[in-house]
């Protein structure tokens, strides 16, 4: 079992960026692929990006394409979300998730594919 705690929500303007991390306990981070959801107010929750085991592979929503890099570092046990040229719709709580017995290069989009999730970081960007 793994437990997930995000950090680094905040408030940015229109077109500024944000980094938001998410910590992992336990000491086989390494055997999970990670994933980024978001959910804005009475919206369901949507995937935003998603990275393999290993890191080697990663997807995007079509939204924050180009705009968005997940990363992890499996060595301190994170996965990473660097946001930039943030839109006031990217307002929403950044939820983290985790799923345990991956193949080493594949990566989940769906809420489903998930076990595990943190409690979430609120990111507002003010237009």
């Known amino acids: 079992q793994v437990q997930l705690v995000e950090s680094g929500g905040g408030l940015v303007q229109t077109g500024g960026s944000l980094s938001v991390s998410c910590a992992a306990s336990g000491r086989t981070f390494s055997r999970y692929a990670m994933g980024w959801f978001r959910q804005a107010p009475g919206k369901e929750r949507e995937f935003v990006a998603a990275i393999s085991r290993g890191g080697g592979t990663t997807r995007y929503a079509d939204s924050v394409k180009g705009r968005f890099t997940i990363s992890r570092d499996n060595a301190k046990n994170t996965v990473y979300l660097q946001m930039n040229s943030l839109k006031p719709e990217d307002t929403a709580v950044y939820y983290c998730?985790?799923?345990?017995?991956?193949?080493?290069?594949?990566?989940?989009?769906?809420?489903?594919?998930?076990?595990?999730w943190g409690q979430g970081t609120q990111v507002t960007v003010s237009s």
């Open positions: 998730a985790a799923r345990n017995g991956a193949n080493m290069g594949t990566y989940y989009v769906t809420l489903n594919d998930y076990s595990y």
